[in-house]
């Protein structure tokens, strides 16, 4: 079983609009509602891929019993959400069908007493006994401590269990001091993280900073890993238009399945490249359209080098 953690659960709901003007009135052409947040994004693919997945994290309200009532809808992921006084957050995608440009309103989530998060973290050590592997994704709500992940960092570790972190900001500046097995930083992400703009030299760095592995996402650019066992850069042989949100969260689903399946790392960058861009062509985050993933999963190019550890 892999286990994905959601911090900072959501309802996504994605409007779909002819085009998208400020300050103006719009006629929505279509609505979508999914479970959300990254680790549920991951969970979905991963099961997509045949994996069974378990889901937790928080959830609360009446926008936490729809999140939960759509999962239990949602084959081969298990529902461990851990409630929540609090109400469950929304995110709201606005697609611009014209240009195909995604406007992304996230809130802020529910605030976690002490008592929550203590609760969480009980349910969490009892669900690593069981898990193959670990992801741990996202923002924090209001009142879980910054340090969060980089606690369940060790306990995952602790218990045997590889982990990949995939957040942002301070949570990932603490977090990367455990020593996670993987971390997924955007280009951004990885820029705040070490204050280089050089993609090569800053994955090298947030390596020096304790992952054991980065990959970097470069977008349309593809990936960029640095590894105990090597360097790699994977680029998709086209660029692809549509709604990109979801599309890194694929790319975790790929990192994460090869990794469980034991694959060389050129396989797992092949995979999370080709997951990631047949995510932008699907209508919602946590889907992917399998055509395009089986089309493009032998045409992905991955050149790079393999070094001693």
Same mark, same amino acid.
């Given at each position: /079983?892999?286990?994905?953690?959601?911090?900072?659960?959501?309802? =996504?709901?994605?409007? $779909?609009?002819?085009?998208?003007?400020?300050?103006?009135?719009?006629?929505?052409?279509?609505?979508?509602?999914?479970?959300?947040?990254?680790?549920?994004?991951?969970?979905?693919?991963? #099961?997509?891929?045949?994996?069974?997945?378990?889901?937790?994290?928080?959830?609360?309200?009446?926008?936490g019993r729809v999140v939960q009532d759509r999962l239990t809808a949602t084959p081969?992921?298990? =529902?461990?959400?851990?409630?929540?006084?609090?109400?469950?957050?929304?995110?709201?995608?606005?697609?611009?069908?014209?240009?195909?440009?995604?406007?992304?309103?996230?809130?802020?989530?529910?605030?976690?007493?002490?008592?929550?998060? !203590?609760?969480?973290?009980?349910?969490?050590?009892?669900?690593?006994?069981?898990? +193959?592997?670990?992801?741990?994704?996202?923002?924090? @709500?209001?009142?879980?401590?910054?340090? &969060?992940?980089?606690?369940?960092? $060790?306990?995952?570790?602790?218990?045997?269990?590889?982990?990949?972190?995939?957040?942002?900001?301070? &949570?990932?500046? $603490?977090?990367? #001091? #455990?020593?996670?097995?993987?971390?997924?930083?955007?280009? =951004? *992400?990885?820029? *705040?993280?070490?204050? !280089?703009?050089?993609?090569?030299?800053?994955?090298?760095?947030?390596?020096?900073?304790? #992952?054991?592995?980065?990959?970097?996402?470069?977008?349309?650019?593809?990936?960029?890993?640095?590894?105990?066992?090597?360097?790699?850069?994977?680029?998709?042989?086209?660029?692809?238009?549509?709604?990109?949100?979801?599309?890194?969260? !694929?790319?975790?689903?790929?990192?994460? +399945?090869?990794?469980?399946?034991?694959?060389?790392? @050129?396989?797992?960058? &092949?995979?999370?490249?080709?997951? +990631?861009a047949a995510s932008v062509v699907a209508p919602v985050a946590g889907e992917f =359209?399998?055509?395009?993933?089986?089309? /493009?999963?032998?045409?992905?190019?991955?050149?790079?080098?393999?070094?001693?550890?």
């Amino acid at each position: /079983m892999i286990l994905t953690v959601t911090l900072n659960t959501a309802l =996504d709901i994605t409007y $779909r609009v002819p085009a998208l003007r400020p300050h103006a009135s719009h006629r929505v052409s279509e609505v979508t509602e999914r479970p959300g947040g990254k680790g549920l994004n991951v969970a979905r693919v991963l #099961a997509a891929l045949g994996h069974e997945v378990t889901v937790t994290g928080f959830a609360g309200g009446a926008t936490g019993r729809v999140v939960q009532d759509r999962l239990t809808a949602t084959p081969d992921v298990v =529902d461990a959400l851990v409630p929540v006084t609090g109400a469950t957050r929304r995110t709201i995608a606005v697609v611009d069908e014209h240009t195909g440009d995604t406007t992304q309103l996230n809130e802020p989530g529910p605030t976690v007493t002490p008592a929550e998060w !203590s609760a969480f973290q009980e349910a969490y050590g009892d669900l690593l006994a069981a898990a +193959s592997a670990v992801a741990l994704c996202g923002s924090l @709500p209001p009142g879980v401590p910054v340090g &969060a992940y980089a606690l369940l960092v $060790r306990s995952a570790k602790a218990a045997g269990v590889p982990v990949l972190l995939d957040t942002a900001g301070e &949570a990932l500046r $603490r977090g990367i #001091a #455990a020593r996670p097995d993987l971390i997924k930083p955007n280009a =951004d *992400e990885l820029a *705040e993280l070490t204050g !280089s703009h050089e993609p090569l030299r800053a994955t090298q760095d947030a390596r020096r900073r304790g #992952a054991r592995a980065v990959v970097a996402s470069l977008g349309p650019a593809g990936l960029l890993a640095a590894t105990p066992e090597g360097r790699w850069r994977a680029t998709p042989p086209t660029h692809l238009h549509g709604n990109p949100t979801g599309a890194g969260d !694929s790319a975790v689903a790929g990192l994460l +399945s090869g990794l469980v399946e034991k694959l060389p790392w @050129p396989d797992r960058l &092949a995979r999370a490249v080709a997951l +990631s861009a047949a995510s932008v062509v699907a209508p919602v985050a946590g889907e992917f =359209d399998r055509r395009t993933y089986e089309e /493009m999963l032998g045409r992905v190019a991955v050149t790079g080098e393999v070094t001693a550890a």
